[in-house]
């Protein structure tokens, strides 16, 4: 099975516009499940972990989740970047690392769709007349 880290902007200047990009998140998470890949997905599993809502609750700053994110993404085998993630600092961090490590990057779910056949194809023995 194949790990893809999905790459999807948290930050934003309001609890409100933090949702949405979190529920952005769960959207494209749900479509590549469906897909049956593995999904790395820090905006989900980090989500509202800042102490914005609740600031006794701060698990830990920024740094620490920037970190931990490109730790995740270096042990995945492709990238998926979905919503704003073009205009987002930190997609577009992640993006640059990916391409450092040489995992393949994907803007499109199509693509994305492409390259799982084609390495699923790669992984299957030939069939036998």
């Known amino acids: ?13 309001t609890p ?11 959207v ?14 820090p905006t989900i599993t980090s989500a509202h ?9 701060l698990v830990a700053d920024e740094r620490y989740w920037y970190a931990s994110g490109l730790e995740k993404l270096r042990r995945c085998d492709a990238v998926m970047v979905q919503g704003a993630g073009e ?3 930190g997609c577009r961090m992640e993006v640059r690392e990916a391409h ?3 995992i393949p990057v994907f803007y499109n779910l199509e693509h994305l769709q492409e390259w799982l056949s084609a390495a ?3 992984k299957q023995p030939p069939r036998t007349p």
């Open 1 to 13: 099975m194949k790990v893809i880290y999905l790459a999807t902007p948290y930050s934003a200047p």
């Open 16 to 26: 409100y516009l933090i949702s949405v990009n979190v529920y952005i998140a769960q």
């Open 28 to 41: 494209a998470h749900d479509e590549l499940v469906r897909l049956g890949v593995a999904v790395v997905a």
């Open 49 to 57: 972990k800042g102490g914005l809502f609740m600031p006794n609750d």
């Open 87 to 89: 205009s987002s600092w």
């Open 100 to 102: 450092r490590k040489k």
């Open 120 to 122: 699923l194809s790669a």
